[in-house]
Nanobody, 111 residues
Framework: QVQLVESGGGLVQTGGSLRLSCVGS??????MDWHRQAPGKELELVAT???????SYADSVKGRFTISRDNARNTVYLQMNSLKPEDTAVYYC???????WGKGALVTVSS
């Protein structure tokens, strides 16, 4: 079993920034994703970092969000800048290998 714990969510104004962290109970040196689910909407893949360090982003966050990892700390980050009200969602950390999910962190962006 792998446990993933997200932190760093909260309330921020439009244009603000937040950094989400996801700490794994075991190695996160594998493909890791951040997903989000807005109220009444389907789960959306936001960003991916591969075991080799390559990254990819949804078009809706490209240029504003950055995914990164600290292998020594078993932690994956999602730096979110220039936040918009439409970024309001619960953000989930996901380890592709084994399909493990965190419980989520709520991000609310006020207009």
């Amino acid at each position: 079993q792998v446990q993933l714990v997200e932190s760093g969510g909260g309330l921020v104004q439009t244009g603000g920034s937040l950094r989400l962290s996801c700490v794994g109970s075991r190695s996160i040196l594998t493909d890791m994703d951040w997903h989000r689910q807005a109220p009444g909407k389907e789960l959306e893949l936001v960003a991916t970092i591969t075991s080799g360090g390559s990254t990819s982003y949804a078009d809706s966050v490209k240029g504003r969000f950055t995914i990164s990892r600290d292998n020594a700390r078993n932690t994956v980050y999602l730096q979110m800048n220039s936040l918009k009200p439409e970024d309001t969602a619960v953000y989930y950390c996901h380890r592709v290998l084994g399909d493990y999910w965190g419980k989520g962190a709520l991000v609310t962006v006020s207009s």
